[in-house]
């Protein structure tokens, strides 16, 4: 085992989680810190329209982001249980037909997205002064899903055998390449939306190229060979067993949050732009948070693999406390520091006088989804993941959409609407945390 692997069965776990998530949240942080400058440029040097304009897809943006993530984590989840058991052929098999199923959801949702992309703005109630901003900045932004979608793959792979440095520094050369390229665009060729867009996907296509050269390259069970990419259908099944109810949980989930977005065009277009500029606190502490979801799963199936029952429990107690902490710790620093913060991103008074009232709410809640979160990536560590996506559809998905046709309709305020997201953490956190304690109980007494 190399210095960049990590045998997630044996050792500290509070060490090994804290070194193996350390990587993902810079990774992550990165990954925001770019999003983030793409709004910060054409927010501070395009004008507020722009800002709405990009501002406006973000749920979209989030929504096939979630969905290659969700094909990403069977492939995490499989690899990780195939190399805890020591099983090297089936390592293999696991590489070489998961990137045929993670490509191809990338060609889908390029195809989706050129040939949607205006009908579902529309949909949205988009301002018809942002609509075709917006419209362009997405058809350009996910011509670069394919890459996406290669990038998770390898990132997974990676993530399953305990090497999270080299995604990081993957990351961090096309990011540099990213915001570089957002300022020329923008403020030499004068592009605005466009330039950002260009900017983005270029900078995604540089670090799929750069996993996919470390895995052509690589020489362990891990490594990719072209002559060796085939479909396996059992290899298949299992990785789609978990991805697919995972992706549509993501997609299900970024629908409620469209039915939010929707909620927040009825306001006017200033409210709009605030809440695009708040929203970008979400993403910075959900995928900091993430880093630890990712652990959960990976250090669940490889101990699920290696038949270490004690190590699958205490690696979900383990990283739903860390994931809480830094929710709790992000979310009070943001909350503290909003003006500034948002500073960034706009300065429009009225813009910010609204986004303020978003991150008022949120920056208090934000560590409540560790709860629902940890518990659905333990879930899918074990194998689990129809169930744990219907226990979110019902609390986070029926549950938001009721809550804006109720709550929010009776009261028509920001606050009645931005505190549908901890209600709703709340009580899926509930159900997974019952859910995965009750399946790990059977696994304890089975033989």
Not at 66 to 82: E, H, K, P, Q, R
Not at 124 to 134: H, S, V
Request: charged share 10%; proline share 2%; with cysteine.
């Amino acid at each position: 085992m190399n210095t960049h692997e990590m045998d997630m069965t044996t050792g500290s776990l509070w060490k090994k989680i804290f070194v193996f998530s350390i990587p993902l949240m810079f990774s992550n942080l990165l990954q925001v810190f770019f999003n983030m400058a793409d709004v910060a440029v054409i927010g501070r040097f395009v004008g507020a329209i722009a800002l709405g304009a990009v501002g406006s897809t973000t749920i979209i943006v989030t929504l096939t982001t979630g969905i290659l993530l969700g094909m990403a984590s069977g492939v995490n989840a499989v690899t990780a249980l195939f190399v805890g058991s020591r099983d090297s052929e089936r390592v293999r098999e696991t590489v070489h037909t998961a990137i045929l199923i993670c490509l191809a959801a990338g060609i889908l949702l390029l195809l989706s997205g050129l040939f949607f992309t205006r009908p579902l703005l529309t949909l949205m109630n988009t301002k018809p002064e942002l609509i075709d901003g917006a419209a362009l900045y997405l058809t350009v932004y996910l011509c670069g899903s394919p890459a996406l979608a290669i990038y998770n793959y390898g990132n997974a792979i990676l993530s399953a055998i305990g090497d999270t440095k080299r995604p990081l520094t993957y990351l961090s050369i096309a990011g540099v390449i990213n915001v570089i390229l957002n300022l020329i665009f923008v403020l030499v060729f004068h592009l605005g939306v466009l330039g950002v867009a260009l900017a983005s996907i270029i900078s995604q296509y540089i670090s799929a190229f750069l996993v996919l050269k470390f895995l052509l390259q690589c020489k362990q069970d891990y490594g990719l060979r072209i002559r060796e990419i085939s479909f396996d259908r059992a290899i298949a099944g299992q990785i789609l067993k978990i991805s697919v109810p995972s992706a549509v949980q993501y997609s299900l989930f970024a629908v409620a949050n469209l039915c939010i977005q929707t909620a927040v065009n009825s306001f006017d277009h200033v409210i709009v732009e605030g809440n695009s500029a708040a929203s970008n606190a979400d993403t910075l502490v959900y995928n900091m948070m993430a880093a630890f979801y990712t652990a959960c799963t990976s250090f669940i199936a490889q101990n699920l693999g290696a038949g270490k029952k004690k190590r699958i429990w205490h690696s979900y107690l383990i990283t739903t406390l860390y994931s809480f902490l830094v929710g709790l710790i992000l979310g009070l620093c943001i909350f503290i520091l909003q003006k500034p913060f948002l500073s960034l991103f706009t300065s429009d008074p009225d813009v910010m006088k609204y986004a303020r009232v978003r991150i008022s709410i949120m920056g208090l809640c934000y560590c409540v989804s560790a709860f629902m979160d940890n518990a659905t990536a333990a879930a899918r560590g074990l194998g689990k993941s129809i169930e744990p996506t219907l226990i979110v559809i019902l609390g986070s998905v029926v549950f938001r959409v009721i809550w804006i046709y109720t709550v929010f309709a009776y009261f028509h305020t920001l606050q009645s609407l931005y505190l549908v997201y901890v209600s709703a953490w709340i009580l899926t956190a509930i159900c997974g945390n019952l859910f995965f304690i009750h399946h790990y109980r059977k696994l304890q007494t089975a033989p």
